[in-house]
């Protein structure tokens, strides 16, 4: 079993940036692909950022310019640097980690990943 946790989230100004980190522990694949998503009231979760065990990433064009998706393998940390925060980033911010022949290469998509941290969330007040 996996468990993930996020953290660093909390209320920032417009234009401001924010480093999120997801801790990892317990039992992870040995090819995976941990991924960034976020949840908005009333929408439908969107995929931010993936990185996967062989070095691959993978960013949406809406927020490319803006995110940043690393890892700390001797922390068992996944990381999500966003700058450039508008009011329309509040959201809640999830990790996930699912097998790599679980990810279809042509997006980020919630429905391909099998476990979830519990969220932190982000507000960005104008």
């Known amino acids: 079993q996996v468990q993930l946790a996020e953290s660093g989230g ?19 694949y040995s090819d995976y692909c941990m991924a960034w998503f976020r949840q908005a009231p009333g929408k439908e979760r969107e995929g931010v950022a993936r990185l996967c065990s062989d070095g691959s990433t ?3 064009d809406a927020v490319k310019t ?5 890892q700390d393998n001797r922390k068992n ?9 508008k009011p ?5 911010y999830y ?4 097998p ?12 391909e990943y099998n476990f ?9 007040s104008s």
Do not use: H
Not at 66 to 70: A, C, G, L, P, Q
């Open 95 to 98: 990790c996930a980690i699912t």
């Open 10 to 28: 909390g209320v920032v100004q417009s234009g401001g940036s924010l480093r999120l980190s997801c801790a990892v522990s317990g039992n992870t």
């Open 116 to 124: 979830w941290g519990q969220g932190t969330q982000v507000t960005v």
């Open 58 to 60: 993978s960013i949406p």
């Open 66 to 70: 803006r995110v940043t998706i690393s």
């Open 77 to 85: 940390t996944l990381y999500l640097q966003v700058g450039g925060l």
């Open 100 to 111: 790599k022949n679980r990810v279809s290469y042509s997006g980020v998509y919630y429905w």
């Open 88 to 92: 329309e980033d509040t959201a809640m």
